[in-house]
């Protein structure tokens, strides 16, 4: 699976909405799912992952992955570690050029999440990303946008 060319990781990092995914069985029947990363001294990236259980007033959940940029040229491979000593593959396979959307992949083709700096995808926006993942190989049928509250 191509990624993208190159990844500023400073102007990567940041809040991130996901609005769109196929979702792994952590983020079913999430609200509000916020990925948030920080930029380690050591080249890591801290992960902070949120969301509500169910409903918007439902529990908070908080999951701490560390990210690991595997291919230092491009910065848009990680392997992104939930559990030691497994990393899971995160390839940024789409990123548009002022940073505010993003298309996060794995080589399975099993997951996938469309993040924005702002909680809103309109239909439009919708459509272009759902072709665009059935042109790297997705079900885009799969595809599900995870509820936001906004404003």
Do not use: C
């Amino acid at each position: 699976m191509d990624t993208v060319p190159y990844v500023d990781l400073k102007r990567f990092m940041g809040d991130w909405y996901v609005v769109a995914n196929i979702p792994t069985f952590v983020e079913k029947d999430a609200y509000n799912p916020i990925e948030r990363y920080k930029l380690n001294p050591d080249g890591t990236i801290a992960t902070t992952f949120t969301f509500n259980k169910g409903g918007f007033d439902g529990p908070l959940k908080t999951f701490h992955p560390k990210g690991f940029v595997l291919d230092t040229t491009t910065n848009a491979h990680w392997g992104m570690q939930f559990l030691w000593p497994i990393k899971g593959d995160f390839r940024i396979i789409y990123l548009d050029e002022d940073y505010q959307t993003t298309v996060i992949g794995r080589a399975k083709r099993d997951y996938v999440w469309v993040m924005k700096r702002t909680p809103e995808l309109s239909d439009a926006e919708f459509a272009r990303i759902q072709a665009f993942i059935e042109s790297v190989g997705y079900d885009a049928d799969k595809l599900q946008r995870p509820p936001h509250e906004t404003g």
